[in-house]
């Protein structure tokens, strides 16, 4: 799941990387340069151990070529045809969280982590397991949301194409997205209808507000926050000093339907609230908020609290199966340090780290680099986090984008705790 739109599953979870692109050596390969890589070849070939650069392989990329060039009917596209080579190449990684950006796609990633786009509006993820590509949450406000998209409606096709299986999720939305004031033509596929749904919705300029916020009766403050962007961190801290500043006795904080997003954003809202030299119980050292570890087990980076402040106020955090990535690092934050309780059901269970790698022409790779740990030292990968009292939805509810506090249980439940 991504947090933000990406090209793989939704719920990505994404540090930056800036890796320098050496150049080529000038010169011709001495004889002895071009045998010790032929021998390497040999032996590569000779293992079964994949070579691209082997004998055998060019010689079987030569015929393929050779037969698409001779008997493949319809006309060539060499741009897609480059486009997919590349693709290829990170599928043979055999991980859904590992892809290829051209320039265009890229471009889009960097307007979408900040915050601004033009599109319908809203959230959408692909199921890794079934391989289709559906809606997470509708924006408030948005054109989707007006036009009636809900959680877990799934795309069948947009204006003619066709949504198959196969494609990539940033593929989805590039034919989701448009130019402003066009009209997209969606037909949906939503559970307990007897029919698909057929939607026109029109393309506009969106702003992604991520983090919503009010004061409930009882003198409980209520924060929702959507997904992590580089603007959430200042629209969370806004939210959090107005329902301090209201006199809020405690806090929901409402990471249900929360893909995920930048690492960077989740830390800082983590940082706000947990104190520099608090402990959490396993922990390596005070404050820690995670730590990344390679394929190793070595320990690539650790993060810690640093910003000098603190809420010291009773917190329920709130998730479901939707809550992915930086929304389990912020509830595991909370979790092991004892600051909220959790209430909902079993979180998503995604563990690891990708990182976004530019390209020298514009393109760029993301690729898995790390697992992710919490505070305690607990890998979730796969597993999720249980909350401390689990309660469920109805069906019904499950497929609507907001359901009104006075029929949610689960907040319900979250009010019932902090009213004690």
Same mark, same amino acid.
């Given at each position: 799941?991504?947090? #933000?739109?990406?090209?793989?599953?939704?719920?990505?979870?994404?540090?930056?990387?800036?890796?320098?692109? $050496?150049? +080529?050596?000038?010169?011709?390969?001495?004889? /002895?340069?071009? $045998?010790?890589?032929? $021998?390497?070849?040999?032996?590569?070939?000779?293992?079964?151990?994949?070579?691209?650069?082997?004998?055998?392989?060019?010689?079987?990329?030569? @015929?393929?070529?050779? #037969?698409?060039?001779?008997?493949?009917?319809?006309?060539?596209?060499?741009?897609?045809?480059?486009?997919?080579?590349?693709?290829?190449?990170?599928?043979?990684?055999?991980?859904?969280?590992?892809?290829?950006?051209?320039?265009?796609?890229?471009? &889009?990633?960097?307007?979408?982590?900040?915050?601004?786009?033009?599109?319908?509006?809203?959230?959408?993820?692909?199921?890794? =397991?079934?391989?289709?590509?559906?809606?997470?949450?509708? #924006? &408030?406000?948005?054109?989707?949301?007006? !036009?009636?998209?809900?959680?877990?409606?799934?795309?069948?096709?947009?204006?003619? *194409?066709?949504?198959?299986?196969?494609?990539?999720?940033?593929?989805?939305?590039?034919?989701? %997205?448009?130019?402003?004031?066009?009209?997209?033509?969606?037909?949906?596929? %939503?559970? /307990?209808?007897?029919?698909?749904?057929? *939607?026109?919705?029109?393309? @506009?300029?969106?702003?992604?507000?991520?983090?919503?916020?009010?004061?409930?009766?009882?003198?409980?403050?209520?924060?929702?926050?959507?997904?992590?962007?580089?603007?959430?961190?200042? @629209?969370?801290?806004?939210?959090? =000093?107005?329902?301090?500043? @209201?006199? $809020?006795?405690?806090?929901?904080?409402?990471? &249900?339907?929360?893909?995920?997003?930048?690492?960077?954003?989740?830390?800082?809202?983590?940082?706000?609230?947990?104190?520099? =030299?608090?402990?959490?119980?396993?922990?390596?050292?005070?404050?820690?908020?995670?730590?990344?570890?390679?394929?190793?087990?070595?320990?690539?980076?650790?993060?810690? +609290?640093?910003?000098?402040?603190?809420?010291?106020?009773?917190?329920?955090?709130?998730?479901?199966?939707?809550?992915?990535?930086?929304?389990?690092?912020?509830? /595991?934050?909370?979790?092991?340090?004892?600051?909220?309780?959790?209430?909902?059901?079993?979180?998503?269970?995604?563990?690891?780290?990708?990182?976004?790698?530019?390209?020298? =022409?514009?393109?760029?790779?993301?690729?898995?680099?790390?697992?992710?740990?919490?505070?305690?030292?607990?890998?979730?990968?796969?597993?999720?986090?249980?909350?401390?009292?689990? *309660?469920?939805?109805?069906?019904?509810?499950?497929?609507? !984008?907001?359901?009104?506090?006075?029929?949610?249980?689960? #907040?319900?439940? !979250?009010?019932?705790?902090?009213?004690?």
């Amino acid at each position: 799941m991504r947090l #933000l739109v990406k090209k793989a599953v939704s719920a990505a979870l994404v540090v930056g990387m800036t890796v320098g692109l $050496a150049g +080529c050596g000038s010169g011709t390969p001495t004889s /002895g340069e071009a $045998a010790s890589t032929e $021998a390497a070849a040999t032996e590569n070939s000779a293992s079964g151990e994949f070579d691209e650069n082997s004998k055998d392989t060019q010689k079987k990329v030569k @015929q393929i070529e050779s #037969l698409i060039d001779k008997y493949f009917y319809f006309e060539q596209d060499s741009e897609k045809r480059e486009e997919s080579y590349y693709d290829g190449i990170m599928a043979g990684l055999d991980d859904p969280y590992s892809v290829y950006y051209t320039p265009e796609e890229y471009e &889009r990633l960097m307007e979408d982590d900040g915050g601004e786009y033009v599109g319908i509006g809203a959230t959408v993820s692909k199921d890794v =397991d079934k391989g289709t590509v559906y809606v997470v949450k509708p #924006l &408030r406000g948005s054109p989707a949301e007006a !036009a009636g998209l809900t959680t877990g409606d799934v795309f069948i096709q947009i204006d003619d *194409i066709e949504v198959t299986s196969d494609m990539e999720l940033d593929e989805v939305v590039n034919y989701i %997205r448009g130019k402003e004031g066009t009209t997209a033509h969606l037909k949906m596929y %939503r559970e /307990g209808e007897p029919d698909f749904l057929e *939607i026109d919705i029109n393309r @506009q300029k969106i702003q992604n507000i991520t983090v919503d916020y009010e004061m409930l009766d009882n003198k409980i403050g209520y924060i929702s926050v959507d997904q992590f962007i580089e603007n959430t961190p200042e @629209q969370f801290k806004e939210g959090m =000093d107005y329902v301090v500043s @209201q006199g $809020a006795e405690g806090i929901v904080i409402d990471m &249900r339907n929360n893909p995920g997003g930048l690492l960077t954003a989740v830390n800082e809202m983590t940082d706000y609230i947990i104190a520099d =030299d608090a402990q959490a119980p396993g922990a390596s050292k005070p404050g820690i908020q995670l730590e990344t570890k390679d394929k190793d087990g070595k320990v690539i980076e650790s993060y810690t +609290c640093s910003d000098g402040h603190s809420i010291d106020i009773p917190m329920v955090v709130l998730v479901n199966g939707n809550s992915a990535s930086a929304a389990e690092i912020f509830t /595991g934050d909370m979790k092991d340090y004892g600051i909220a309780t959790i209430i909902g059901t079993t979180t998503y269970g995604k563990g690891i780290v990708q990182s976004v790698i530019p390209l020298s =022409d514009g393109s760029a790779i993301k690729i898995t680099i790390a697992k992710y740990f919490t505070p305690s030292g607990n890998d979730i990968h796969k597993l999720g986090i249980e909350p401390d009292i689990e *309660i469920d939805v109805s069906d019904e509810q499950k497929r609507m !984008a907001n359901i009104p506090h006075d029929e949610d249980p689960q #907040l319900k439940k !979250a009010l019932e705790v902090l009213t004690k």
